[in-house]
């Protein structure tokens, strides 16, 4: 991904890039993301004292009637496997929205915090012409990604709402958006057709904000560890030029290397924050994306209703987007050693040469992202998980032929 896109910021005239203060894209990309959080009723980042307001009620409300609409669902049609699976399938998305919308809301303080400690980075990087020009890719990286997720969710989403449409203008039959019934409502009377369809419609617009504006947050906290390991890298380089200078006092230089250990310091801190406050979210996330994987594509083997192959797409593309978030990760530490590696190490001090080496050795035990612990969130993971998910698929296949 990142081989990708920095070949896409050299069809950019660097000069351009570089007129660009890396503090003005931030802001731009947290209003973005706020536009989002505001349907939601999260919009915990620039205020000072969070309040609940109609926008979070309506959503918790969504969410326990998509909760209740479930098993109501599947107990109303026990006896049709393919009916239950098919309310099942998009269960996950509930799921997810319920741990994305708690940690939000139990963790307002937390994300204001992280917030202003990345912000206070660009501002400071906007002073400096090399750190600039890494925190404005960084954050275009950010950008970039979002709008394709952006444009992956809206497509699905508007997906649930074709079947519907075509059925009851052409059919004229009525067809549900999602597969869920309420309790006491009659679904295909005229009065009860309308409510359960405005309540999918609330239901996947609410859907598509709050993830949009969960991953984004996911997106912006860990992707910026690109933007934070070029800075680490700018500042060795301006080390190895001050090294070279011969009239660089050693008090200069010592200072500087003492700045170059205290952020690598800051970085291995900021990597245990992510692991730490994505422990779980992870862990959901990655469950859920494959039961609602498994599931939908059963279904859709079965009944032939080609127009969920986009909520098969979007779901492939979540799980797909949170292990390019884990591999990024391990990417820039690799990225970090070979930086450390390469300096002119030979020209420091012998106490400053002991805290490189001190320093190398702790880059080389980086901490990574999990799956809840129990695996590392990379690319490799991915793979398995989807060869995980065929083999799963072809046995039901199996069985059931």
Known sequence: ?????????????????????????????????RIFLRQVGVDIILMEKFRWNFRTYLCLLCLALFSLSIVYTSYVHWTDWYA??????ISGIGFQGM?????????????????????????????NPRDNLSMVKCALIVLYVFRFFFVTYFVAGSAFFVLPIYM????????????????????????????????????????????LAADMGIMIYVLHIVGIVDVFVNNLDELDEMLVQPDTSERAKQQKFTEICIMHREIIRYEEDLDECYYYTVFVQVITSVSCLSLTLFVVYMTRNWIRGMFILATFFQLLEFCLLGTALRVKNDHAIDAIYNCKWHLLSTSDKRRLAIMLHRAQNPVEMTIGGLALLNMETFVEIIKTIYSYFAMMISFLE
Not at 100 to 122: D, V, W
Not at 171 to 193: M, N, R
Request: aromatic residues 10%; proline residues 2%.
């Open 1 to 33: 991904m990142e081989k990708y896109l920095e070949a896409h910021f050299r069809l950019f005239n660097q000069r351009e890039l570089e007129l660009l203060r890396t503090i003005d894209v931030f802001d731009e990309m947290i209003d973005l993301q």
């Open 99 to 127: 741990i994305k919308l708690y940690a939000g809301l139990a963790k307002t303080s937390y994300f204001q915090e992280k917030y202003l400690n990345i912000r206070a980075l660009h501002q400071r990087s906007t002073e």
């Open 84 to 89: 239950v699976m098919d309310s099942l399938s």
């Open 168 to 211: 009851l203008v052409i059919k004229q039959e009525k067809t549900l958006i999602l597969p869920l019934e309420l309790p006491f409502v009659e679904t295909f009377s005229d009065a009860g057709y309308v409510i359960i369809m405005v309540y999918h419609a609330v239901m996947v617009i609410i859907a598509i904000a709050g993830i």
